[in-house]
Structures are given as structure tokens and as C-alpha cells.
């Protein structure tokens, strides 16, 4: 599998569809309340405060790495399931994916999911400019992903799981366990103190 990104020439379809996708991806997450940057007027290339009202306000936070690994996810089942698709449309896709996500996970259910089930009490959401940091984070994961390779980005995936458990207690797949199965002791021990 060649790791070159191909665009043909003269198409601009992948950019439009691309810029289209943060597009409708913004407008649908103003439209349920999210605010374009942190309220408190700052904006942020990174905030590292994991228990703090800054996270997930600003362009970067700790969280990013969780949409790195849904990238990689993403190029794992895209590539398998749609492996002659070009690669400009495996990773439009991807972004399609990601930015669903960001629309879903911003869903009033959800935020009220993760105050109540996960260590996230004081979640508010993520502002748009956060959600289009994570998309970003999400192509980072699929490239990588892709010039990687299946085993090594599963290396990588496995490190980078391991990393974020020992650093903010969080996972991507603690934060699927917890919103789908919560347990009690992982929720106490993921508590800031």
C-alpha cells in the first residue's frame, strides 16, 4: 500500500468537500450552542489543564491525542473495507467520520453521558475551534496510520493508549468503556484531585 496521498490534478473536489465538511461541521455546532472559542475570551493553541473548565476549549488539549487514535481507527477501516478507493477519498471519509463524531459528542445526551458516567463533571462541551483541533488530530492519525502501516500504527496505537492512561487517566477505549459500560472504580480512580 503506497503511503502517497493522491489528488488528480485540476480536482478540486477533495478540498471542496473538505472545507464543506468543517463547514456544515461548524454551523451544526453553533446551532447547539457550542461557542466558537473558551468563554473566557482566550484563544489557545494548547491547554493542558485536564481538570480545569479550559479543556476542550481550545485549539489543542490532552484529548487531541484520543482523535489521533480515531484517525488511525478510521485508515484501519477504511482501507479494509474501501481499499481501491483513492486516497484523497479514504481521507475525506475519514474526516467525514471524525466530524461526525464532533457533531455527535457535542449533542446535549452525550455531554450530560460523560458528566454522569465519566470523570468529565464540569464538561461543557467542546467550542468549534477545539472540535476542528480534534479534526485535525484525526488526519494526523489516519496519514500516520497509513505511512505506517497495520502493524506499526497498531504499535502505535498500543503506546499511545498506554501514554494517556499513565499521563490524564483517559483513553480512547476508557472513554468507550465508560460511556457505554461505566464502572464505578475506574470513574474514582480517573477523579481529579
Known amino acids: 500500500m503506497s503511503a502517497k496521498f493522491t489528488f488528480k490534478k485540476g480536482s478540486l473536489w477533495p478540498l471542496l468537500a473538505i472545507v464543506g465538511l468543517f463547514g456544515v461541521t461548524a454551523f451544526l ?16 493553541l494548547w491547554s493542558g489543564k485536564v481538570c480545569s473548565s479550559d479543556n476542550s476549549q481550545h485549539f489543542f488539549d490532552p484529548y487531541s491525542f484520543t482523535h489521533v487514535l480515531h484517525g488511525v481507527v478510521f485508515f484501519w477501516l477504511i482501507a479494509w473495507l ?28 452525550i455531554i ?3 458528566r454522569t458516567e465519566t470523570a468529565a463533571l464540569g464538561y461543557q462541551g467542546d467550542s468549534v475551534v477545539n472540535s476542528f483541533g480534534d479534526i485535525i488530530c484525526c488526519v494526523g492519525g489516519f496519514m500516520l496510520a497509513r505511512q505506517l502501516g497495520w502493524r506499526r500504527s497498531l504499535a502505535v496505537f498500543a503506546v499511545l493508549e498506554l ?6 487517566r483517559d483513553s ?16 474514582a480512580w480517573q477523579m481529579c484531585m
Open 112 to 114: 450530560a453521558r460523560y
Open 29 to 44: 455546532l453553533r446551532t447547539e450552542g457550542r461557542l466558537w472559542i473558551c468563554s473566557c475570551g482566550k484563544l489557545l
Open 82 to 109: 474501501l481499499p481501491r478507493w483513492k486516497s484523497s477519498r479514504q481521507l475525506t471519509l475519514a474526516i467525514a467520520g471524525e466530524a461526525l463524531w464532533e457533531v455527535f459528542e457535542n449533542t446535549n445526551f
Open 172 to 187: 480512547l477505549l476508557l472513554e468507550i468503556l465508560m460511556l457505554l459500560f461505566p464502572i464505578h472504580a475506574i470513574r
Open 163 to 168: 501514554v494517556l492512561i499513565l499521563w490524564i
